[in-house]
Structures are given as structure tokens and as C-alpha cells.
């Protein structure tokens, strides 16, 4: 990518949100061994996914009472349409006013969520509420998963490059609550269980001004024969997580050349990288990225403290990690990872504003 001021693709600000209902880990683990324990002749060996899993406390659009009633797909894709419109405009309306923009400046609005459906579309049915023209381009992209807040940032920098001048608003949401299962005797929902939170971040992008960072360039890496990895399944009572393979050997094995190769593709010397920000998928998966990264243990500091507040948010979790970095100033070359579905690596590399 050019380094001309004027073409350059900037991030001008980040915001977040997260709804009212906190949940402790405590609780949550109380509550699985109220649900479960009596029903799931492993419970005893899952139950300390909830201690190990590096979660003090996370965020439900529902009080945890509402998790234990008899729910179907209606009820559930409800509570997501009803949490994503109020996560969608705190955390886009955040956003705005930290970049000194208002609704109605947005050319472009990129959705990116895959816990819910809604047609029409999020950014539809919050527009009358956050104001936005009536002419603003809409980009919703579902099925990303974990992957979605550094992607969603590639295609915001793809479309604000595609037309300088114009204001690209993205806002990643994920209501990943909505599939807590009762009815679930797996480990794969146990798992689910102990890690999943619910949250938003939102970031405008625009041409030819400084703000946070410039967005360098991204990329992707997909796995062949890798489908089972993560994902959903779907029946009448909602989604359910697909965990079919352990994530963090196959994170500790693969993902360091993915990422080589990404860096490669797109020009950045991997050497020249200051700070990898991830997505903090969980405390085991952390620990693999500091590995297969060859980082010190301990260096993804700020994944593990968004992990502990926020738990895993799937998309928005990583942006999360990067508005904190980015409070403390970003260093020369920041590169954002996220594992999602597919199986699939994304990579964005951020550089300083000047």
C-alpha cells in the first residue's frame, strides 16, 4: 500500500459496549453444576474449564434466569435482535463522537455478526434511531465468528480506500449467549458455557487523516478439510457451538507460519512487527498464540485482561484488546490475529499515525 498521506487508510477511533446484565464466574459455574451435574456423566471432569478458562466476569443481554427457562429458536434469535440494536448503537454512536462524526457523516456501514439472524440487517433497523442518510451503503457479513472484528476492519479499509473521502463506520456484535444450551450434554457446550460473553465494538475508517493508526494492509489464511473445527449447528431450539478439535494445538502448530506467510503476502517484515494484539479465544489459546508467535509467555498481557473482564466476545473481543493498547499509544507497527471459523487466520497490520 502507498504511504501517501492522502491515500492512506486511517482508523480514526474506536468504541465499545457491552449490555447491562454482568455475570461472575462464580455464578456461571454454579449454575452449570445446578443444570448439569445430575444430567451429564462428565460434568465432573469439564467443570474446571470454568476456573481454567482465565474469566472473572462477563456480560449477558439477559439476567441469568432467562438462560434456564425453556427456550426455542424464536425466543433466542429475539433476545439477539433486541441486544445487538442497543449493543449496535452505543458502541457505533461511541465511535462516532470520539472521531468527531455524526450518523448522518457515514457513507458505508459494515455489520459484521454470525450469532443471530436479522433480515433486515442490524444497521437497517438502528438506522432511524442513530440517524443515518438515507442514501448509506450497507455491507452485513455473517459467518465470520472470531474472526470478524480484524476482517471487518480489512473490508472497512477496502472500502474507505475504494472511495477516499468517504467515512466507513463498521460495528461488530455478538449476542454469543443466545446460544447457552441446556439441552447440550457435550463438552463442546461446556466449553461454550465457561467462555462465551456478549459485546460490541465499532471503528471508523477513513481516508487521508491520521487518527489512531494507519491500516498498512490484511490477509487471510484457510485450512483445507478444516470445517469441523469451529462454527454452529443449527436445529429448532437455536445454535450450538461446534468445538470439534482442540483449538489451541492446532493454534500452537499452524498459525505461526499462517501468519509468516499473511505478512509476507502483503510486504510486512516480520521482524519489523512491535506488538501482535489477538483475540483472546481463551486462556489455553492465548498461550498458544504466545508460543506459535514466538513470544514470551506473558506478552499478550491486555488479551488475557480483556478475557478476565470480558470473557469471549467472538468478533468484537480483539478490538477491545486494541482500544486499550491503543490508550496507551499504539507502538510503530501493530499487527491484529484472529482465529475464526473456516478454519481461517486473519491478519491487519496497523502503523503509527504520524
Not at 481516508?207 to 462454527?231: C, K, Q, Y
Request: glycine share 10%; net charge neutral.
Amino acid at each position: 500500500m502507498s504511504n501517501d498521506a492522502s491515500q492512506s487508510t486511517a482508523l480514526l477511533s474506536i468504541g465499545q459496549a457491552v449490555p447491562p446484565h454482568q455475570l461472575k464466574q462464580s455464578d456461571a459455574a454454579a449454575a452449570a453444576r445446578r443444570i448439569f451435574a445430575h444430567r451429564y456423566a462428565a460434568f465432573e471432569r469439564m467443570a474446571p474449564v470454568f476456573e481454567t478458562a482465565g474469566i472473572r466476569t462477563r456480560y449477558t443481554v439477559k439476567p441469568l434466569d432467562w438462560y434456564f427457562s425453556d427456550l426455542g429458536w424464536p425466543e433466542r434469535n429475539a433476545a439477539y435482535l433486541a441486544g445487538a440494536q442497543d449493543l449496535f448503537v452505543a458502541a457505533a454512536s461511541r465511535a462516532l463522537a470520539a472521531a468527531g462524526c455524526e450518523a448522518r457523516d457515514v457513507d458505508t456501514i459494515v455489520t459484521i455478526s454470525s450469532t443471530g439472524i436479522a433480515t433486515p440487517s442490524l444497521e437497517a433497523r438502528v438506522a432511524g434511531r442513530m440517524g443515518f442518510r438515507a442514501d448509506v451503503e450497507r455491507v452485513p457479513v455473517f459467518g465470520l465468528g472470531c474472526a470478524g472484528g480484524v476482517s471487518g476492519l480489512a473490508i472497512a479499509g477496502r472500502l474507505a480506500r475504494a472511495r477516499p473521502g468517504s467515512t466507513v463506520l463498521l460495528v461488530a456484535i455478538e449476542i454469543c449467549t443466545a446460544a447457552f444450551r441446556m439441552d447440550q450434554l457435550t463438552s463442546a457446550n461446556m466449553v461454550a458455557t465457561a467462555l462465551f460473553g456478549d459485546g460490541a465494538a465499532a471503528c471508523v475508517v477513513r481516508t487521508g487523516e491520521t487518527g489512531v493508526a494507519r491500516i498498512e494492509g490484511a490477509g487471510e489464511h484457510l485450512w483445507p478439510d478444516s470445517l469441523d473445527i469451529m462454527g454452529w449447528k443449527v436445529d429448532p431450539t437455536g445454535l450450538g457451538v461446534i468445538f470439534d478439535r482442540a483449538i489451541p494445538p492446532f493454534a500452537e502448530e499452524h498459525v505461526g507460519a499462517a501468519v509468516d506467510g499473511i505478512l509476507a503476502r502483503i510486504g510486512i517484515e516480520r521482524a519489523s512487527v512491535d506488538r501482535f494484539t489477538c483475540h483472546p479465544g481463551g486462556a489455553k489459546v492465548i498461550t498458544a498464540l504466545e508460543s506459535t508467535l514466538r513470544l514470551d509467555q506473558g506478552t499478550l498481557d491486555h488479551e488475557r485482561a480483556v478475557l478476565e473482564e470480558y470473557g469471549n466476545m467472538s468478533a468484537p473481543t480483539v478490538l477491545f484488546v486494541l482500544d486499550r493498547l491503543a490508550k496507551q499509544r499504539l507502538p510503530q507497527r501493530t499487527v491484529l490475529t484472529a482465529l475464526g471459523p473456516g478454519f481461517t487466520c486473519s491478519c491487519l497490520s496497523l502503523a503509527q499515525a504520524a
